[in-house]
């Protein structure tokens, strides 16, 4: 059994996060709508051929992989990770149509057997802000239903799913009829001047607060919490 490590790579291909027993590589700011297909956007494609290479390294090493869509069309979120800083645009038009279309792409081919191997979870959209986006939470609950349906018609393969900024009850009664499902939290305590003038033993305690909090999803679902 390895000990659990973190890792921060200066490569902006991947973040390693501290798990029980392995290291998990998690394939992001590369995973972009572009790298798949062009929606009137400024980027140049060319990143899929290092995600499989990121996929290999990862199989020859004994890492596992869970791939991560952190940019959508039109931004669903706003942040210069989704790659558009300022305004959120995803949720408009046909833009979860199109995100649609790059989670079957991711599917279609990291879903099948031969991958399950390596790719332990497909998480079908990064830190959606739920409550900002046209429609609301329920846009980011029916695309979440859509976008597990995408991937499990091709294999049983784990869906993540981000908790959009909501509570862990938020998330009961969504898809809790259904297997493989993560929900994904992500914990940030940097933000405010009161976060960051808390001492180490008090950053733990919220944790644990926050955490018993979050994770009262009553069935259904297995709860990751990145910290």
């Not at 986006?133 to 784990?158: E, K, L």
Request: charged letters at 20%.
């Amino acid at each position: 059994m390895r000990k659990p490590v973190s890792i921060l790579s200066e490569s902006p291909l991947v973040v390693c996060s501290p798990v029980p027993t392995h290291l998990l590589m998690r394939i992001t700011d590369t995973l972009l709508d572009w790298a798949f297909q062009k929606f009137n956007d400024p980027y140049i494609q060319g990143a899929a051929p290092y995600i499989d290479q990121a996929i290999t390294w990862a199989r020859s090493t004994g890492l596992k992989v869970w791939i991560d869509l952190h940019g959508a069309p039109g931004s669903q979120n706003g942040y210069d990770n989704s790659g558009h800083n300022g305004t959120i645009g995803w949720g408009d038009g046909s833009t979860v149509a199109e995100t649609r279309s790059v989670i079957q792409q991711i599917a279609n081919k990291y879903a099948r057997s031969e991958y399950q191997d390596t790719v332990v979870a497909i998480e079908v959209l990064n830190e959606p802000q739920s409550t900002k986006i046209s429609g609301g939470p329920n846009t980011v609950v029916q695309y979440d239903n859509d976008a597990y349906g995408d991937v499990s018609v091709i294999s049983d393969t784990p869906v993540m799913l981000h908790d959009g900024f909501q509570t862990g009850t938020f998330w009961n009664g969504v898809l809790s009829n259904s297997k493989n499902v993560i929900i994904d939290h992500h914990e940030y305590q940097v933000f405010t001047p009161e976060l960051i003038d808390m001492s180490a033993d008090e950053h733990v305690k919220y944790v644990r607060y926050v955490l018993g909090h979050r994770s009262s999803i009553s069935r259904g679902f297995t709860v990751k919490h990145m910290l």
